[in-house]
């Protein structure tokens, strides 16, 4: 077998595992404290520019591996 059709195969399946772990859904934790609970959401309140600009971050560099990773299946 040639050695570059495996590491194609190899790099196709890492990018469908990528993919399923992208796209599956997150349990959110659920508190028995109201306060907690409450505490929580004020934080997530007052980080949420930075969690939108960590996020924005991470689509945009997803998005050039991805396509990275296309262009050497490709080729």
């Given at each position: 077998m040639d050695n570059a059709l495996l590491q194609k195969a190899v790099v196709a399946f890492i990018v469908v595992l990528w993919v399923i772990s992208e796209f599956r859904t997150r349990a959110k934790k659920q508190h028995?404290?109201?306060?907690?609970?409450?505490?929580?959401?004020?934080?997530?309140?007052?980080w949420r520019y930075v969690r939108w600009g960590y996020r924005a971050l991470q689509i945009a560099i997803m998005v050039y591996l991805f396509k990275s990773l296309i262009q050497y299946l490709v080729a």
């Amino acid at each position: 077998m040639d050695n570059a059709l495996l590491q194609k195969a190899v790099v196709a399946f890492i990018v469908v595992l990528w993919v399923i772990s992208e796209f599956r859904t997150r349990a959110k934790k659920q508190h028995a404290d109201p306060a907690i609970a409450a505490a929580d959401a004020r934080e997530r309140h007052a980080w949420r520019y930075v969690r939108w600009g960590y996020r924005a971050l991470q689509i945009a560099i997803m998005v050039y591996l991805f396509k990275s990773l296309i262009q050497y299946l490709v080729a």
